[in-house]
């Protein structure tokens, strides 16, 4: 048997990597090192969920202040944002998980490189000063990036990697993508007081997702004030001072202070591996694995945004502790990738769980119920906010295939949504689960009738 440096050897300081390598460490005997070029922490945590979380929740406030009138509360006139206020407070919550993320490393005994590594064949890895460990087994968690496309002027743009540590807010915005991430910041941003428009390539914002349920967050996001904008996309883009004026498909010119693109994300992979070490790497760049997260190295594994399976901090954090089983518990433990639960936050929120009506209706019969209704808190307020609720259940078995929600608070309704789902209840244990009232999500266990069969 070789005498290796480590047990574990994980490239990639994100929430996948530092998981497997925390659990890792906790075990006997086990020696671990972890290196990580960037900041500690991943996409997620620095720029990602958590500071877009904080974000969404200095955004609500400007509506909150407006509907607190229609209950008597005497507001006066609220001067904005403090966006230098509020940016420092956010670039220090940001630092302080960072630091969170590298005592839980510390404490847990993983030895840790701050540069960036590659591999050089089934059991080396080599750091960027040239020196080289071995290990028996290499987890590679190095996440995604952003993609841009291939315009003139592209280098002028923000992506979500800069997004948030803007010195200033922009008075007027361009967003440029159709995915949660471009329509999360266009909500953000009209939030505070900022001019968005938005640009979709497609016909239909959130692809993939289901689009009676997209339609009504699109629909919503413009009478919030959002100029969203269909088949369209910038050609071109120049630097005219302190703005930047972009040219669009049709021709069109204008300027705009920013521009943020969040056309998609690419795996992490470049220049993970030197020209031998025979990783193989997709068509997209992402590290192609078995099912147990395997790449095609018997000794190294990838997870995580890198393979290009599910984008999702929990799934990364889920497949390291699979990983930590397969290879340490000699008990090969893959996840199950049905019914995945996602929150986006735009304004209004959407929870989402199962299938689509599209996706379920090609499989086999379904009865759709829905519901439509102006939230109680929002009765008072002149505002077109409407909350929708929606399931998808099998004609065969009753079971409910998909819960999609459009309301405040959907994110945390669709996660108690998401348990009954996963263990297979049917609509009749949703009727025969008691409504608690006054509330939105009661309308999960009210309907009554389909309204119509697919």
């Avoid at 190295?297 to 901090?313: E, W």
């Avoid at 996706?359 to 019969?365: D, I, L, N, Q, T």
């Avoid at 996660?415 to 509330?439: L, R, S, W, Y």
């Amino acid at each position: 048997i070789m005498n290796f440096d480590y047990d574990l050897f994980v490239i990639g300081g994100g929430s996948g990597g530092v998981r497997a390598a925390r659990v890792t460490a906790a075990l006997d005997n086990k020696r671990v090192a972890l290196a990580e070029m960037d900041r500690y922490g991943g996409t997620c945590v620095i720029r990602g969920c958590v500071p877009k979380k904080l974000m969404v929740f200095a955004s609500e406030f400007s509506s909150i202040f407006t509907e607190s009138r229609s209950y008597g509360w005497d507001v006066q006139k609220v001067n904005g944002l403090n966006w230098n206020f509020f940016s420092k407070k956010l670039s220090a919550e940001v630092s302080r998980l960072e630091h969170v993320y590298r005592n839980l490393l510390k404490n847990s005994g993983v030895k840790t490189f701050d540069q960036h590594a590659k591999v050089i064949n089934e059991h080396t890895v080599e750091l960027a000063t040239g020196e080289q460990f071995t290990s028996e087994y290499i987890l590679l968690a190095t996440g995604g990036k952003p993609d841009l496309p291939n315009i003139p002027g592209i280098d002028h743009v923000l992506t979500s990697d800069q997004i948030f540590s803007l010195s200033k807010l922009p008075q007027k915005l361009l967003i440029v993508g159709g995915g949660y991430i471009a329509c999360e910041f266009a909500s953000i941003f009209t939030g505070f007081g900022s001019k968005v428009t938005q640009f979709c390539r497609g016909e239909t914002i959130l692809r993939g997702f289901d689009s009676e349920a997209t339609t009504l967050v699109a629909n919503q996001m413009k009478s919030n004030g959002v100029d969203l904008q269909y088949g369209v996309n910038v050609v071109e883009i120049d630097n005219i001072g302190n703005s930047y004026r972009i040219t669009d498909t049709y021709g069109r010119v204008e300027d705009f202070d920013q521009i943020l693109f969040a056309t998609g994300r690419l795996p992490n992979s470049n220049g993970l591996q030197n020209g031998s070490a025979g990783l193989f790497v997709g068509d997209n760049g992402e590290i192609v694995v078995n099912k147990y997260s395997q790449t095609s190295i018997d000794s190294i594994y990838a997870i995580g945004d890198l393979t290009n399976r599910k984008q999702l901090t929990p799934i990364a954090i889920k497949e390291a502790m699979a990983f930590v089983q397969t290879a340490f518990f000699n008990n090969p433990t893959c996840l199950d990738y049905s019914s995945i639960p996602t929150a986006i936050f735009t304004k209004p929120e959407m929870g989402t769980v199962g299938l689509s009506e599209e996706v379920a209706a090609e499989r086999g019969p379904v009865d759709i119920f829905t519901t439509y209704f102006k939230p109680m808190r929002s009765g008072f307020a002149d505002n077109e906010e409407k909350s929708f609720i929606k399931l998808i259940v099998c004609k065969k078995t009753d079971r409910v295939l998909g819960v999609h929600i459009v309301a405040p608070g959907a994110g945390e309704m669709v996660q108690m949504a998401a348990i009954a789902v996963k263990m297979g209840a049917t609509k009749k244990d949703f009727d025969n689960t008691v409504a608690v009232h006054p509330t939105i999500s009661e309308e999960i266990v009210t309907m009554q009738k389909p309204v119509r069969s697919s």
